[in-house]
């Protein structure tokens, strides 16, 4: 499939692939992807791969300074990226959405719901992580980090996953104006977290967290024993697929009840 793209601002290009299901009772997925993470992951993929085989809408995208969209990544912010999937949502889905969002996409899918609630069939956040740039400033960071940063504008982390990674001070400011998790959130669509317990990048407290803080009328986590932070194995992907289903038929359920 080729990468298209949209460029819903001066200088933006963002990349996406995009699926157009023939159902016209099934709502419309959207996933957003984690923390310097593209389009091209393993639940990414798997998730286009179930919606096409139940002829459901879905898309996938590049944040900008990932994969394939323009800009640097140091140049982002949450607020730079929840726009960029703004854009996405209102350029490129019709109706009804479930909305999928890995780690940083879990904050980012939370903030496009809350922006977005009368299109809203369903969130899944997949070990979501709200606010995890204030985590890891009051929590994580030292003293000499939080020195470095003032006077350097920038800290490299060590990844799990790669090579190290640049946290911003325009990260950090930015990410106060986004917080969550300090308010109640209501959302009136249903809202499934999906969490490992053997997490070692976001604890599956912060699920727990989040539960707490909803204001919705159907929410719940759905804990995986062995589970880690990637929730990428074939058992964790078959949980995925199975929370898109149910909340899919529920949608299409109460539609059929409405009419």
């Not at 490129?92 to 996409?105: A, F, K, R």
């Not at 998790?181 to 053997?198: E, F, T």
């Not at 909803?214 to 990637?230: K, M, S, T």
Request: proline letters at 6%.
């Amino acid at each position: 499939m080729t990468t298209e793209f949209i460029t819903p601002r001066p200088d933006v290009r963002i990349a996406y692939h995009r699926f157009t299901g023939a159902s016209k009772t099934l709502p419309g997925v959207v996933f957003c992807g984690g923390f310097r993470s593209d389009m091209t992951g393993t639940k990414a993929m798997f998730l286009e791969d179930h919606c096409r085989a139940h002829e459901q809408s879905f898309v996938r995208f590049d944040y900008t300074g990932h994969g394939q969209s323009s800009g640097k990544f140091e140049d982002g912010t949450i607020g730079s990226w929840f726009q960029d999937a703004v854009d996405i949502f209102d350029t490129l889905t019709d109706g009804p959405q479930i909305v999928v969002g890995s780690s940083m996409g879990g904050w980012i899918a939370l903030l496009l719901a809350r922006a977005r609630k009368a299109r809203m069939a369903g969130l899944i956040g997949l070990a979501p992580a709200p606010d995890f740039t204030e985590d890891v400033y009051t929590r994580e960071f030292g003293e000499e980090e939080r020195h470095h940063l003032a006077a350097k504008g920038v800290v490299y982390m060590p990844s799990a996953y790669g090579e190290p990674y640049p946290l911003t001070a325009a990260l950090f400011a930015d990410g106060r104006n986004h917080l969550l998790l300090k308010d109640r959130i209501d959302l009136p669509c249903p809202v499934r977290l999906i969490h490992g317990k053997h997490d070692p990048d976001v604890p599956w407290q912060k699920s727990e967290h989040i539960l707490r803080q909803l204001i919705c009328p159907d929410a719940d986590v759905l804990w995986i024993a062995d589970g880690d932070h990637r929730l990428s194995r074939p058992e964790d992907l078959r949980i995925l697929g199975d929370t898109v289903d149910t909340l899919s038929n529920r949608h299409r359920l109460g539609k059929v009840a409405e009419g």
